[in-house]
Structure formats: C-alpha cells, structure tokens
C-alpha cells in the first residue's frame, strides 16, 4: 500500500465494529479498487485513495465534445488528460459494477442504496478536493455527503470516521443480507495465488538437495511425476544461481507456462533487481533470436512460413499441430547446426548464458536440446526436468540412454522425485487409475502420496459425461457451480481454471460466461494472430478474472478449482494430454474441486469409477 493507503486502511481498522470485512485492492474480475468495507447487516462501500499533492500540478475540469467533464492536470509546461486516473469516475463505476454484476442479489429498484463509495485525499486541503468533484456529481450535496462523500487531510488526521464513511454509523438495513454479502465475496477474497506468491518456496530434503547443489559436470536431469516439485526444484535452482550473479536462461515449450516459473522464481531470490539476469524463452523464439544474430533470417524465415497456416488450422487438435510443425523447425536446426558448431568463436554476439534450465523437457525433441545448450558458457550449469507419463507431444520415447549420453549426460542416473506435493489423495488415486488403464506401461511414472495426507487434504471429484452438443453448457453450469465455492475455504473466482482441448469450445465457454457477466482471461485465439500470442502472454494466476485456456497450454501449472471439458479423442497423445489435466488440480486443507466434462464415449466406463468410488456427485 501507498502511505496514504495504509493510514485509511489502519483508519478504517480502528474504527469500523467487529462485524465489517475490509478487502484490500480486492480482485473484483479485473476491477481493482483500493478498498471494498462489506458488512452482512449493513451494506458494500468501495474507496479510492490517491496520495496526491494538488499543489504539485493544476488541477482543473473541462468539458469533452460531447458535454462530459474530463479530468485534466497541468504541469506549467503542457496539458494533459487525468481521465484513466480518475477517482470520482472510477468509484461510480465500481458502485455500478458491484449492483449490476456482483452482487444480483440486491433488489433491482432499491438495493442500489446500499452500495456506497468515497474518495480519499490523504494530503490534500477537503475543500479543494470537494471542489474537484463537484462537476461530476450526478446528485445533490447532501446526498454525495453519505452515498459519494469526499474526504482530506483534516479528516484522516482526526480519524472522523463518520465523515469519511458515514455508514459506518449503522447497525443493519433491509437491503442487506448475508446471502447478498456472499454473492460478493467471492470476488472479493484474496485468490489462493496470491496468498501463496507471498510464501517463501518450501522444498524437501531431496528437493532442497537437488535445487542447492550442481553435478561434477554441470550437467544434471531430473525426472518425476505430476506435482513431484520439478518446476519447484528448477525455480529453486535458478534463484540460487541469481542469487550468486550469474545469468540464466529458461526455456519451456509453452509460451504460458513462463508466467508460472517466473512467480516461483521471484518467491526465491533475495532481491526483485536480481530477475534483471533471468531471460525466458521457448525453442521456437530462441531459433529465432540466434538466426538473426547469425545472419540467418532470411533462411529462417522461408523454413517458417508454413507454421502460421498449420497454427491457424482449428481442425487441428494442438498435439497434431505441434507434430507438424516439429520436422519445420528440425529444419532450421539443421540451418543452425553450423553456427553452433563454435558458436562462442563464430558469432561472438550470440547471448551466451551461466546456466540453461528447460522444464518439461519431455517435450523437447534430443536435437533442441543439443542446440539449445551450445549457448551455456564453459564450465556452466544445464538442467533438464522431464516426465515421461505427459508425454503430450510423442517426443519422450526419443530420449534413450543411448541419445541422454550424447547430450551431456555421460554416465549416472536420473535424479527422482516420486512423491507428490500438488495432488489432494483422492485425485492422485484416480490420476494414477486413468494413467495405468490408459497410458503405455513403459512411460508411466506414476504420484506417490506423501506419507500422512490421507485425511488433509478433502477434495471433490465429479465426473459429468455428457453428449456432445450439450458439453458447452454443461461446462458452464460447471463453472457457476464452483461460484457457489468461492468466497470462503481461501479461494475466490479468480481460482477457477477452465481447462479444454478444443479452441472452439473454449470460446464457446468464455463468450457464454460473458452473458452472465464473467469475464475471463483466456488463450482461445487462431494462433498465428497476434491477439493470440498477447493472449498467451498475458496469461498468468495473479490475474484479476476466471482463467480459461488449453489442456496443452496449462501443463507445469496448478489451481484448486479446475473445470476440464474432454472432447473427442484423436490418439495416444490425447489421453496423456487429460491425464495431464487430471494432474493439475493442487492441494489445500481447505479442500479443492475438479469437475470433468466428457463427451468421449470412450471414457464413459471410466467415469463410472469415479461415481463408485464415491467421489462424484453426478454423471450422465
């Protein structure tokens, strides 16, 4: 919080009874305003508060073309427009927002009245900030004292809490109930996300062994189940080496899963300016990068012209997409081999790093590999983490022993993780049940439950099988009901993660949450449009909405409300793609829920095991 911020939250802490809830910049589904005071008996009122010094600009309004007031600031040198940063519009939208979206509960002709809103100016004279507001008020004086008021220094620095909330005065109203309040918080609550981003990262003595220490050779592979701590471990390792000052690259397969290392890297080093030296990436961009450092775009540019066309192809599933696209960029690999040859000596420009670490590398052709690694610096750190069981792609089965001990890793044996610290119990037993009845023998490597976590961690499991033409709206109906979980057990809408395999479904899915007024951050574009590259990137937890994007784009991530909709199977890779959602699902005392969507009619045996076992609550 800004200091202006912590003397009003500390205002409201004080003053406000026992009964009142203060959400601090709340996730309000992409609104984020400072406070939100809630009160079961009594109402909802949202504050702004800006810390602004009105002597340090001119501060005036003025009249847009079409007769509005605008908000404008004056440095003495140019005017300019305060229009994204003003608080008196912004509270009236948030006032709106709350009644109109979040909170359907309110009678429609008056319940309006119990939402209020104010803003604060902690350092500026109450009059002049009066005076600024006053062009944007739609009511009268004494009505904006109560539903809109405006406070300033003098009223912060005598704590007059009647002033600067004068419902805090109340003890109950007809408009508000606790059914209505509950409507509200859960876009209110702290998301799980965010709650944890503030942990320190917490790994076990073999985590901890293995994220702490280096190989004779630099070189190192670690291999284990869903939810093991691969992407635990890697994180670990990379802040500890940019803790020591040296630079690490990271590479993925997905553009997505870059959000979520990066979050877990930040949780372990001692310092934020120490991300400065952490450069992420996935092959396809790093080829990209090295060919035009080598001079190669032009060779590079013709090999890749055909992957946009394959991208764009919605009729094909992600995995076949990615099959077709593999022997393109094998081929710029083969252009790329002799600049790396010694790419130190030939192309000096080339960004060479201290350490490479590649999380699921079960996805990465052995020849990415060996390219990938000419840019670690002598006598550097390489790391690969792998699980062969999400095999998701049809690349794992080319990693032999034969081809590991050509791409550095002479000698010695896999570093294992088996137990996993992500499932609840019930879902690694129903994880393990779907992999071992449908996944080769020869991959699996299958979650082992911590020892003690039987009774921890409750989770609900639901299996809904369903016709196809019906598994749009039954996933949405899916994601209403995980609503009805929010707000409590530390989970808010934010925590809810769609998850599916087919991009036209998904859009279907995110287009009819908007009819209910759920918008959601999602990745559900034709991929060689630029929306769908900004989408991906932008993808990350600590957004504000409902997360909605592939099965394919989620692996290496984790959330506590997951809806995954399962279509038809198209071959092997198919099923390791759900079992890798099945494994997405984290754990918490607090309990945690998965709801399938199936539509395959292949696996409709299969979800009748859930419904025996006890742990679904219906099927069709």
């Known amino acids: 919080m800004t200091n202006g911020e912590q003397a009003v939250f500390e205002l409201f802490d004080r003053s406000l009874g026992p009964d009142w809830e203060i959400y601090v910049q709340p996730h309000l589904n992409g609104l984020r305003p400072d406070f939100v005071l809630l009160n079961p008996n009594v109402g909802i009122s949202v504050f702004e508060v800006k810390d602004w010094n009105l002597d340090a600009i001119r501060y005036s309004v003025d009249q847009t073309t079409r007769g509005y007031p605008r908000l404008m600031g004056n ?69 904006a004292k109560r539903y809109l008021p405006v406070a300033g220094q003098q009223e912060i620095a005598a704590g007059a809490i009647d002033v600067v909330f004068p419902d805090a005065m109340l003890n109950n109203s007809r408009l508000m109930t606790e059914a209505r309040a509950q409507d509200l918080r859960g876009w209110l609550v702290e998301p799980d996300f965010a709650a944890t981003q503030r942990e320190p990262l917490i790994l076990d003595r073999n985590q901890r062994s293995l994220a702490e220490s280096r190989t004779q050779t630099g070189y190192r592979r670690i291999k284990g189940p869903a939810g093991s701590g691969k992407s635990l471990v890697l994180a670990a390792r990379a802040a500890n080496l940019l803790n020591e000052g040296k630079s690490v690259l990271v590479a993925t397969f997905n553009i997505t899963l870059w959000h979520y290392l990066r979050d877990l890297i930040v949780r372990g080093v001692d310092s934020p300016h120490r991300m400065k030296k952490v450069t992420f990436t996935h092959f396809h961009l790093w080829c990209r990068e090295v060919c035009h450092q080598a001079e190669l775009e032009v060779e590079y540019s013709a090999l890749f012209a055909p992957v946009g066309k394959i991208k764009n192809d919605l009729s094909l599933s992600e995995g076949e997409k990615a099959r077709r696209i593999k022997p393109i960029i094998q081929h710029i690999v083969n252009v790329l081999a002799p600049a790396l040859a010694d790419i130190a000596v030939t192309y000096p420009n080339v960004e060479m790093y201290d350490a490479i670490i590649v999380d699921e590398g079960q996805d990465y052709l052995p020849s990415w590999w060996n390219a990938l690694r000419k840019c670690c610096k002598a006598g550097g750190e390489v790391v690969l983490a792998a699980d062969a069981t999400q095999d998701v792609y049809g690349t794992a089965r080319g990693w032999t022993e034969d081809v590991m001990s050509g791409a550095g890793f002479q000698g010695g044996r896999w570093a294992q993780l088996d137990v996993s610290y992500r499932l609840p119990p019930d879902a690694t037993r129903m994880a393990r049940a779907f992999a071992e009845r449908f996944l080769p023998a020869e991959t699996l490597h299958l979650p082992q439950d911590e020892q003690g976590s039987l009774d921890i961690y409750p989770c609900t499991l639901r299996w809904v099988q369903s016709r196809a033409d019906e598994s ?22 934010a925590d809810i993660t769609f998850l599916c395999n087919d991009m036209t479904i998904g859009r279907a899915v995110t287009d009819e949450l908007l009819t209910y007024n759920i918008r959601a951050v999602h990745t559900f574009e034709p991929e060689n449009n630029l929306e769908s590259r900004r989408k991906k990137m932008s993808f990350f937890l600590g957004d504000a909405r409902v997360k909605a994007t592939t099965l394919h784009s989620f692996k290496g991530w984790e959330a506590r409300l997951l809806v995954v909709h399962v279509g038809s199977l198209v071959g092997p890779d198919s099923l390791a793609v759900i079992y890798a959602g099945l494994t997405r699902l984290k754990r918490s005392p607090a309990g945690s829920w998965l709801t399938v969507i199936c539509s395959a009619p292949e696996l409709a045996d299969f979800g009748r095991t859930w419904m025996a076992s006890g742990k679904a609550a219906e099927g069709k």
């Open 75 to 143: 440095d003495g040198l140019k005017e300019f427009s305060l229009e994204r940063q003003n608080p008196f519009k912004a509270v009236a939208r948030y006032k709106e927002a709350i009644f109109n979206l979040y909170c359907p509960g309110l009678r429609e002709k008056y319940g309006f009245a119990a939402i209020t809103g104010g803003v604060i100016f902690p350092y500026a004279d109450s009059a002049r900030v009066r005076e600024l507001q006053q062009p944007f008020l739609q009511t009268s004086q004494e009505a």
């Open 472 to 493: 749009v709206k039954e996933s949405v109906n899916a994601i209403l009901a995980a609503m009805r979980e929010t707000g409590k057990n530390g989970v808010a809408n």
